[in-house]
């Protein structure tokens, strides 16, 4: 086929919650369509059902998903080429009939990781160029006996063998309808964290220079090939209230937040810090930095969801293929009243059309230093 456009491949996610209904929504809008060719992997008969309920025309072709067994082992057949703007790979033998509708089940747990690693190999194998994940629920994960993922970041690193990861969250620049001298001009916040889905009081036990580090590289290097910012800028937040004030308040900065950002500019990287986080963000939001280095999961997650909840992008670093998702949940409590938003959705699966085409055009990177 002689379309130029990359294969953008989107998991439904939890069946349970609204990814069918931001899948439908977003695809729903032509130009959007018009960016990529489009594989779903998910229910045909939930999207229809979602369809209906919003008053949209199913604009999709229907395709089986096939599975073959090899010396016992059930593998996926991965998707063809299609002459379509939009399949759906339909997975029949999960019925919603068992599925708990706005709620964690087992059965949304094995659906939404059957959706998820059908997706990864089909990426590995080259098939689709990008992978857009709808939220899952760990809890049906959970029930369905995949808890030794806490969620999406970490089975993709495992699945891909991806030796360093890291979650970044961006929201891109849009007008703002505030007074606010702050953020008059804002000009989007990209974030990027160096601990994910960890308590809050366990980061003492993993908390070592290596962990600053790697973001900070891997920020770097997706900002210069996929986002195409030759010399990037690194702002790096402290731990502790007013980065330690010199100490009074711990000494993470001192022991591993300052070491690791050294570390980084030696191998010239722009990187900068460690900044009180109440104050550095809003320096982002206003341009002076592109993207915000941040220790824990709610210290860089706050911001980006205050800013633009509903237009926010999930992304993994780190992996040999490219994953973005809306910055939401599943959101159980609107299911099947019609009121999802598909803002987030769209935006990633624009993330994910982006990267892959710059990632297509460009030449092979140099390997990365190794991790600290």
Known sequence: MSDPRPTIGITMGDPGGIGAEVIVKALADPEIRKLARFVIFGLNELLAYTADLAEIEPYWWRDQHERFVTNGTSIPSLPPTYPHDVVVLDYDEFSILGLDMRGASRAGGQASMQFVTDAIQAAMKRKIDAVVT???????????????????????????????????????????????????????????????????????????????????????????????????????CGLNP???????????????????????????????????????????????????????????????????????VNLTLGLPIVRTSPDHGTAFDIVGKNKADPGSMKSAIQMAVEIAARKKSAPPAPESPPSA
């Open 134 to 236: 709808a939220p899952i629920c760990k809890e049906s994960w959970k029930l369905a006996g995949f808890d030794r993922w806490p969620g999406h970041t970490e089975l993709l690193a495992e699945k891909t063998k991806a030796k360093r990861h890291a979650m970044m969250f961006a929201a891109p620049p849009k007008p703002l309808s505030t007074q606010s001298s702050a953020l008059s001009t804002h000009k989007g916040l990209r974030v990027v964290l160096c601990t994910i889905h960890e308590a809050l009081f366990e980061l003492r036990h993993k908390f070592k220079i290596g962990t600053v580090f790697d973001p900070i590289d891997l920020a770097h290097k997706a900002l210069v090939e996929w986002f195409g910012i030759e010399k990037p800028r690194i702002a790096v």
């Open 242 to 312: 007013h980065a330690s004030e010199n100490g009074l308040f711990g000494d993470e900065e001192k022991r591993i937040i300052e070491p690791a950002i050294m570390m980084a500019r030696q191998h010239g990287i722009d990187a900068n810090g460690p900044f009180p986080a109440d104050t550095i963000f809003i320096k982002a939001v206003q341009g002076q930095y592109d993207i915000v280095v941040a220790m824990y999961h709610d210290q860089g997650l706050i911001p980006v969801k205050l800013l633009d909840f509903a237009g926010s």
